[in-house]
Structures are given as C-alpha cells and as structure tokens.
C-alpha cells in the first residue's frame, strides 16, 4: 500500500518563489464576483509575481473588469479569447503565452478561490527546496498529510477519489492528488503537453504527459475552500467527457509505447 508523503507545514509564510521568473494564470469564465478580489490576492501574495487573467469572453463582464485594473498595474495582463471555450485550452494558451514572455514558471489556480493565493510562495518554494533536487511540477495537494477539503458533497469527494486513484494506478502517475488545478509548471515541458482534451481532464493528461517524459512531481499540503461566490461551470457532460479522456490514457499507458 502506497501511502502520502509528509510535507512542510501550511503556517510558514515566510517562503519566498525561487530566482525564476514567474508568471500566475487564472483561466476565468462568469467571475465577475470574485476577479478584482482574485486579482489583489494574487498581486499581494508576493511582489515579485506577475498575473495572465485568460477570459473566455465572460457575458458578465469579468474581462472588462480584469482590463480596467489592468490599466493601473503593470504586473497584470488580460487575455480574452473570443472564439475559444473550455478549460483545457485556457491553460495551454496561458502557458504558451507566459513561454513566449520569456517566464520559466507558470502556476495555475482556479479563480473562484477554491485556491487559497497566499499558498503560492509554498508552492513555488519546493520547485527547488535545500537539498532536494528540483521538481518540474509542484502541485497543491489536498490528498497528502496536512491537505483538505472544505464544503464538498459525499459525491464530489468520491469522484475525486476516483479520478486520483485511476491517474496514481493506472496511469502511472506518481502523484495522489493529480485533479488538482493549483500547481507550478515549469515551461520547459510546455512541448511535450500535446494532446487532444479541452476539458478537465487537462489537469491528469499534463501530468500523464510530463511524467513520461522525465519530469520529476511533488506535492504541496492546501486546503481546498468549495466557492463562496458565483456558480460552477463544471456539468456532467464535462464529466463524462473527462472520464473517456482518462479511459483513452490509460489505454495508451498500457498498450502504446511512448
């Protein structure tokens, strides 16, 4: 029986992000309730990080929002996609972007704050800890000694469990929390992140993907916090999506090569 690692403890705030240059993404979509506050968070977690809001055209506003503040702080920058929906492809595009702004770290977080910003440095510190070698993924993990969950049904929790055993199982992945959206990547994998999911599966398939070609994955104790504001967009047909996504890797882990 495989059992979680111990991890550094959710009250040291005194972890500064490592010498990379560093760039936070939120992939947004009908959160106009929470984006300035998302926005601050994120700005006030660290002076040296910098923020790619990706909005998918949000009809509530939230990329208008996003560009007026922009206009007063140079560490923000708005990226509305027109023409494009979907989760996967939002975090591809901010990945590419912050490759091609010259940053070597992109951290990832859901902007409904389900993701605590003040976690950030955390995760960046064990990009490189004292006498460890470097990690290639950090992921904020509510599944290792010191994560949680707060505010979740019965069924969100079991279909958590699900999806994380199938990825850490059957895939392969050396990871127990592999859902989580809260991680650092560093961008030098960003050419191996191929594939053809635009949904939640991305989280599991960028791991699948980077694991087999090298990358070394750690994992960070959070407490995920369910929402306080606005509704969620994940629906069922996502889901079921997500799961034939997951079906289709686990065939390829087992009978294709790399």
């Known amino acids: 029986m495989t059992t979680a690692p111990s991890a550094p403890p959710l009250s040291d705030t005194s972890i500064r992000p490592p010498a990379e240059r560093v760039l936070v993404i939120a992939a947004t979509y009908q959160e106009a309730e929470n984006v300035l506050r998302l926005i601050d968070a994120v700005l006030l977690a660290d002076p040296l990080l910098d923020l790619l809001v990706v909005d998918d055209d949000s009809p509530d506003g939230t990329g208008e929002l996003a560009i007026q503040r922009a206009a007063d702080e140079p560490r923000l920058t708005v990226m509305i996609r027109r023409d494009r929906r979907g989760l996967g492809s939002a975090v591809r595009d901010g990945l590419h972007e912050a490759r091609r702004r010259g940053y070597q770290l992109a951290v990832s977080l859901d902007a409904d704050f389900s993701h605590d910003p003040a976690d950030i440095p955390r995760l960046l510190a064990a990009v490189a800890p004292p006498g460890q070698p470097p990690a290639d993924v950090v992921i904020g993990s509510r599944k290792i000694h010191g994560g949680s969950v ?30 989580s959206g809260f991680r650092v990547i560093r961008l030098s994998f960003l050419d191996v992140l191929q594939g ?63």
Request: proline share 3%; with cysteine.
């Open 196 to 258: 053809s999911t635009e949904g939640y599966a991305i989280q599991e398939q960028m791991l699948w993907q980077i694991h087999r070609a090298g990358g070394r994955i750690r994992e960070v104790p959070i407490t995920f916090t369910q929402r306080q504001r606005g509704l969620s967009k994940v629906d069922w047909w996502q889901m079921v999506l997500g799961a034939s996504d997951l079906v289709r890797l686990g065939w390829a882990t087992w009978f294709q090569r790399k």
């Open 150 to 179: 707060v505010g979740w049904p019965l069924s969100r929790r079991m279909l958590s469990r699900l999806v994380c055993w199938w990825t850490h199982w059957v895939l392969r992945v050396p990871a127990f929390d592999s859902s």
